[in-house]
């Protein structure tokens, strides 16, 4: 266990560490094993923060001229499906000098460019790579060893848990990923799923995308699919400001953001962090626009009172405003994309935004001509 703690949102959260940090201390016991050292126990290894880590080990083996050992992941109070697997590697010598490194059961592999590592390679991150070769190459150091050894990374799971993280979306099959750029996990599920964004972006630019979708939720997912299945749509939570950032990193030269209106309606607020508990002025928004265009007080009162957007919608249908309304939350929601765009991604991004109902469906086509086609893949 690391005792080392974060305060999240006014909470005291234990850190952990990532499977990097586990590969890299199961292959440096094993290789300790392999050489003549090892069996203490336990292992220790520097991380990229650095911190030094003393990691418990298990399941140490020596057979036919291979030493393995496993380090049980800990992920801290981070939700993470891998918190609590075992990260196993296994050792042998080889004729060539160096170090190689392969992905064993329940590591994925890389199927599409643009990730960390190249198509067809076991998804065994840089970071996590250099991490394996520092921690076996101090213990040839030590023993005085100075032939080639094969590190083979496996986790008996992996191929189980992959099914509830998004690897598949990302073209990686077959199990996990060993990630980990710092070797410790802070328990801020947001820069983890901010992570994810920027994979997937990466991924859809290296097969030749020049505009991406966003969208919140699986709403939008489930959407654009029905009406718009052309589009290949990352889903960026509340986050969309982050991402139209991320985007134009990545290369982009052009986003559409569709989602339900009473997510992107905090968009004409200036909101790009759409989690009310960043601010929630919805139904503000419908009653000011609403008074622009003639409501009287009785009817932003009750827009005020709406429990939900879908509600506001209806009232303003009603009283024959929601036109003249939207027009305005259209064209305000528009005008604070630009502005965003030209602040934080230096004017490189074109953004356009399409809004829908679950009652009245697609409110609007993107305001701006949108190709809908995708480069093949």
């Known amino acids: 266990m690391l005792e080392e703690y974060r ?14 940090s586990c590969a890299a201390a199961a292959a440096k016991e094993a290789a300790a094993l392999l050489l003549g050292g090892g069996g203490a126990g336990f292992v220790e290894i520097d991380t990229p923060a650095g911190k030094t ?11 036919g001229g291979e030493t393995s050992c496993a380090i049980r992941k800990d992920g801290g109070d981070d939700p993470d499906v891998t918190s609590g697997c075992l990260v196993r590697a296994s050792v042998r010598k080889r004729q060539e000098q160096g170090f190689v490194i392969e992905g064993g059961e ?22 996590p790579r250099l991490m394996i070769c520092d ?14 050894l094969l590190v083979n990374i496996s986790i008996p799971d992996g191929e189980k848990l992959a099914a509830l993280t998004f690897n598949k979306r990302l073209g990686i099959v077959g199990g996990l990923s060993v990630l980990g750029t710092t070797g410790i ?3 801020m599920s947001e820069a983890a799923f901010c992570d994810s964004i920027r994979a997937e972006l990466s991924m859809l630019r290296a097969l030749g995308h020049d505009s991406v ?22 889903k960026c939570a509340n986050f969309i400001g982050e991402s139209i ?25 200036g909101n790009f962090n759409t989690h009310s508990k960043y601010g929630d002025a919805r139904q503000f928004v419908f009653a000011a626009f609403a008074a622009q265009c003639g409501a009287d007080r009785v009817l932003t009162d009750e827009l005020l ?60 086509p993107p305001a701006r001509q949108w190709n809908t086609a995708s480069p093949e893949r």
């Not at 880590?53 to 057979?63: N, V």
């Not at 991320?246 to 607020?269: P, R, Y």
């Open 7 to 20: 305060f999240v949102d006014g909470k005291k959260l234990r850190c952990g560490y990532t499977t990097g």
């Open 53 to 63: 880590l003393r990691l418990p080990t298990e399941e140490a083996a020596h057979s």
């Open 106 to 127: 329940g590591i994925g592999k890389v199927t599409l460019p643009g990730l960390d590592q190249p198509v067809g390679e076991a998804a065994i991150n840089s970071v």
């Open 135 to 148: 921690a076996v190459r101090e213990v040839c150091e030590a023993s005085g060893f100075t032939g080639g």
């Open 185 to 187: 996990v802070e328990p």
């Open 213 to 234: 979708t966003l969208t919140p939720g699986n709403m939008g997912i489930d959407f654009l699919a029905r009406n718009y299945p052309g589009l290949r749509p990352i």
């Open 245 to 269: 950032v991320m985007s134009a990193e990545a290369g982009f030269s052009s986003i559409l953001i569709a989602g339900h209106i009473g997510k992107l309606v905090k968009l004409v607020t």
């Open 305 to 364: 009172r709406c429990a939900t957007s879908e509600a506001a919608i209806d009232l303003l249908k009603s009283a024959g405003l929601w036109e003249a309304v939207f027009a305005r939350i259209l064209d305000g929601t528009l005008r604070q994309l630009d502005q965003f765009c030209k602040r934080r991604s230096y004017d490189r991004l074109r953004c356009d935004v399409l809004f829908f109902s679950s009652k009245y469906g697609p409110l609007n």
